[in-house]
């Protein structure tokens, strides 16, 4: 009986080999059900309701189950996941992978929230399968995960998690790996993962199959060398290579002043309350300030902001319920959304205009997703308009200018500044905000877009509800190259060495000390806060650090945005305990920072001051901004002292961070108990809920980090379809006006108004195909 299963198998094995041999590459393939594929994966597509392919997949899932090397490049929301979790499940199947063959196909996401999302997938397609799987990111038990690895068939994972337990997990063998996958593999492969990337890869043979996906290729040939491709095939869809984004997605701009840009996004939110909407922002200060000030204005639709300082489970909290949210609006930072699949998403705004048009693709690629309507819109400041809509017109988005309707503006100025006034904190956050931004537009590479001297600061200052005239710390000297963090492509030394050269009234006011006392308030607040929020990669920096250190990037692998915060963000289980100062136990949750508590008086300065650190290829920390002399030094008390008393207060707030951590990760537990016994009681009535995958059974005790997905809700397809019914009829109150009307009233004050970029009606040249589908060979 067994030995006949076997022969079966053998058969199906070898019946599904020579079809995937004999599979035509350029057979135009619609249903899944018309590919070669083994029937684990064929019921997993069926029962997570996928039927037919998308673009990509068909293009790139016949190749990638012939063992081809892939470059992928294809819109957001177009389904590039399936297009290469289907070849990786089939690739390992066919090979008749075990558990005993180790580690067979590794997949690399940029930011750990695309990793959980990835993996989801993974469960559900993959749930008849019987190879075991995992999730390996920061923020999950550091020796759990160790503990599994050895186990595990397929990893989904982020690069500096990766690393490590490639340096440190004893029996971690990747000696077998057939297969590499990176998503989002443009910012992968730029500098802020450069060297955690090629020391992966380092690790891993080099006869395999490597695949590359993005809806913004990369775009280096020495970047596809790193990664060893052998004879890559490069699939890109583009729809007749009209637009480089999705033909369901409408896409606005509105020029406003910047100084009229948060009354702006207010009156947009107010005529929205039933939509779902993304708000994209360069930092991270300016999400926390725009979020904490518009919870008191209450515009009436449940906000939500994400960004890299907030610890994973609150990012995984904030994620989830904004997935399930019908109505809600979230203020984020680019780094944390990059690729996430949020469904049924209304609009994107992008309040601040992105570096680039790559970025802008990107973000407004959070909605319109598998064919659905969505639509975004880019508020411009009179003087970005013309350099970002040359940009987009490169890129081929089309793109729209709309005006905003006079009954629907409405100005909140007055009342932040009231809000300002009563609350230090918040007026904090606006101070720290303006400083970023203003240093995120200083810093910004694109001048045709980004002219520093023609935006209304001041007006911007007011704006926020801060009284009397800009203040902004800078100075000079300062490499600025080492700021704008993790940049794309190579930075234009020339063009910086230049730079302060060219001064204007706003390079002094950087120069320029700050000339606030910190009050205690703000000692308080410092810990949160630092003055590198700079650089349209701002976010990036983010992380809980309760140190407030802000490493420059392209130091190593962890100054990379997405990993330092997955190296920092959890002050969770990933953290690893050392006999500290105090009673209680000090934890320390990367290596770096327990180096920097030993370096005691470099803390001194850090705390004392706010004051930015970087650190050189050794790890030795240096002041990028101001040296203290040694007499202002000692005029605060000997250093003894103040190391005392220093560590003292670091010591306590330690312990409070702690303390939490260990209430939410409690709660957490409970939390998922209850979903369990719900699931359970469901199964007993015989409704089955989501059918346990099996996939994910190594990773589903109790403490599992690696079941940390457990808690997030797996999307039901029928709810999905369900919401989808029900949204075209939302309708969106009329916020904007076309441009084109506008006119017919004779309001128009500016050129330029109604112009449309259309995409060129037909590809100009093959090179203009290749350069939009992704300009991969340059
Ligand atoms: P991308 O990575 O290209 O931005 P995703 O892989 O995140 O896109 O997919 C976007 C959405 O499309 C997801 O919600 C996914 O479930 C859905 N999707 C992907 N492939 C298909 C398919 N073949 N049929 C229907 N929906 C699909
Ligand atoms: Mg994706």
Partial sequence: MKSLKRKRDIEDHERLERAVEEL??????????????????????????????????????????????????????SGKTLAFLVPVLENLYRARWTELDGLGALIISPTRELAIQIFEVLRKIGRYHTFSAALVIGGGDLKEQKERLGRMNILVCTPGRMLQHMDQTVAFEVGNLKMLVLDEADRIMDMGFQSSVDAIIEHLPKERQTMLFSATQTKKVSDLARLSLRDPEYVAVHEAASSSTPTTLQQYYVVVPLSKKLDTLFGFI?????????????SAKQVRFVYESFRH????????????????????DITSSFSAAKNSCIFATDVVARGLDFPAVDWVVQLDCPEDADTYIHRVGRTARSEKPGKAVIILDPSEEEGMLKRLEHKKVPIKQINIRK??????????????????????????????????????????????DKYDLEGFHASMGLPGAPKIKFRKGVDVKKLKNAPRGDDDEEEQAKKPEVRTKYDRMFERRNQD??????????????PEDAGSHADADEDNDFLSVKRVHQVDEESSSSEKEEDVAATGPAAKVIPGIGKEPIVIDSKRREKLLKSKKKLLKLKEKGVKLVYDDDGVPHQVYELEDEEDFKKRGSAAEQRAKFLEEEAARIREADLDDKQLAKQKRREKREKKKAREAAERRGETLEEAPRLAEAGEDEEDPMALLASLPLPEDEDEDEEEEERPTKRPKKWFEDASEDEKEGAKKRKGKGRVIEAADEPETLEDLEALAAGLLN
């Avoid at 204005?297 to 995984?316: N, T, V, Y």
């Avoid at 006034?421 to 590479?445: R, V």
């Avoid at 006392?517 to 630092?530: C, F």
């Fill in 24 to 77: 035509d590459i350029k057979a135009e393939i619609k249903d899944f059900s018309d590919l070669p594929l083994s029937q684990p994966t064929a019921s997993g597509l069926e029962a997570s309701h996928f039927k037919t392919l998308t673009d990509i997949q068909s293009k790139a899932i016949p190749l990638a189950l012939k063992g081809r090397d892939i470059l992928g490049a294809a819109k957001t929301g």
């Fill in 270 to 282: 107010r005529a929205n309350l039933k939509s779902k909407i993304i708000v994209f922002f360069s």
């Fill in 297 to 316: 204005l209450q515009p009436g639709i449940p906000l939500l902001h994400l960004h890299g300082r907030q610890k994973l489970s609150a990012r995984l």
């Fill in 407 to 452: 009954q629907k503006e409405q100005s909140i100025g007055a009342q932040l500044q009231k809000l300002c006034f009563q609350d230090p904190e918040l007026k904090y956050l606006a101070k720290k905000a303006f400083e970023s931004y203003t240093k995120s537009l200083w810093l910004q590479k694109d001048k045709e877009i980004f002219n520093i």
């Fill in 517 to 530: 006392v910190l009050s205690s308030h703000y000692s308080k607040t410092i810990a949160d806060d630092d």
